[in-house]
């Protein structure tokens, strides 16, 4: 279980991560957008649909579900994709940042 104070913290850390991993997705849509390996407008379609159900199904494991007794599952995901910066773990308690190290369990 996280404490508190690290709940508090994470709370801000989950928010900041989901501006930045949507900022990815837009991007990956723009580029899909500006492909020109797909040459017609059908195939755009049809590329953008399948990336967006795909981050769906991320964003769902990545953000769904906020609760405390997720918050260190959910934390080391976040890590292990890259959406939280090294000054935001600082905030956080060294159990908490060990814990939530991805490559601990790799």
């Given at each position: 279980m996280i404490s508190e104070s690290d709940w508090k913290k994470f709370k801000k850390i989950?928010?900041?991560?989901?501006?930045?991993?949507?900022?990815r997705i837009l991007k990956d849509v723009e580029d899909g957008l500006d492909s020109e390996k797909i040459d017609t407008s059908h195939g755009?379609?049809?590329y953008i649909y399948k990336l967006i159900e795909n981050y769906d199904k991320?964003?769902?494991l990545l953000f769904n579900d906020h609760s405390r007794s997720?918050?260190?599952?959910?934390?080391?995901?976040?890590r292990?994709?890259?959406?939280?910066?090294?000054?935001e773990l600082e905030s956080l308690s060294a159990q908490i940042i060990e814990d939530t190290?991805?490559?601990?369990y790799a």
């Open positions: 989950k928010e900041a991560a989901l501006e930045r991993f949507c900022s755009r379609y049809l991320q964003i769902g997720k918050a260190v599952i959910q934390l080391m995901m976040l292990g994709e890259g959406m939280v910066l090294a000054e190290n991805p490559n601990k």
